[in-house]
């Protein structure tokens, strides 16, 4: 079993929907949790960071952990083209100095 | 401001030769510096990482090797390149506590 399990997708959505992405882990020890945007051909981007559970919202993207059922899930509101992407989630056992295990990354297409 | 340098941007090399691929760091001292294989259709793999000079850990047994010669620098290599070596190689660093900051990435075709 995989530590960190996350759909790869594809996921087409049209422009304007609610996208949920999610990932399930097995390492209860898991502290800090992050959602990470790579476009094709590009280096992934910091999205989210959190490290409690519950939801955590910024512009139109809301991460949420539910440490209880090891799942954590990010939601795209109002969707737009410039969104499409790979969305990796990623988390560690400590905040600035530990690894981070990744998920496979969900590819997301949001069609005008 | 903090910013990272990851070059080159695409390369690729024969079975058999060398690699070095290079990244640096500025803004910031002492980083935590890491290197990470992404494959085709797969997630994030940690190769090595670095908490300070001369320090390397390896996550994978591998046909790569990683050297921090300065604070800022963060270099990985191979003597022979494998097929098997292909991929999209990305460098980090820890800002601020707050996830990593990626390098821009080196996609490495062996042919």
């Keep these: ?112 | 401001s903090q910013t990272i340098h990851q070059w080159p941007a695409t390369l690729v090399q024969p079975v058999g030769s060398p690699l070095s691929l290079e990244c640096t760091v500025e803004g910031t001292s002492n980083p935590n510096l890491y290197w990470y294989r992404q494959a085709a259709g797969r997630g994030l793999q940690l190769l090595f990482y670095s908490v300070g000079i001369g320090q390397i850990s390896s996550e994978v047994p591998q046909n790569l090797s990683a050297s921090r010669p300065q604070d800022r620098q963060f270099i990985l290599s191979s003597k022979k390149l494998l097929l098997s070596d292909s991929g999209f190689y990305l460098c980090a660093w820890i800002s601020g506590g707050y996830g990593y900051t990626f390098g821009s990435g080196t996609r490495l075709t062996v042919v």
Excluded: H
């Design chain 1, 1 to 112: 079993q995989k530590e960190v399990e996350q759909d790869p997708g594809p996921l087409s959505v049209p422009e304007g929907a609610i996208v949920s992405l999610n990932c399930t882990y097995s390492n209860s020890a898991f502290q800090y949790f992050m959602w990470y945007r790579q476009y094709s051909r590009k280096g992934p981007e910091l999205l989210m960071y959190t490290y409690s559970s519950g939801n955590k919202e910024d512009g139109r993207f809301t991460a949420q952990v539910d440490k209880s059922s090891k799942y954590i899930s990010l939601f795209i509101r109002d969707s737009q083209p410039s969104d499409s992407a790979t969305y990796l989630c990623a988390m560690s056992l400590s905040g600035n100095t530990g690894k981070l295990i990744f998920g496979q990354g969900t590819t997301l297409q949001v069609k005008p």
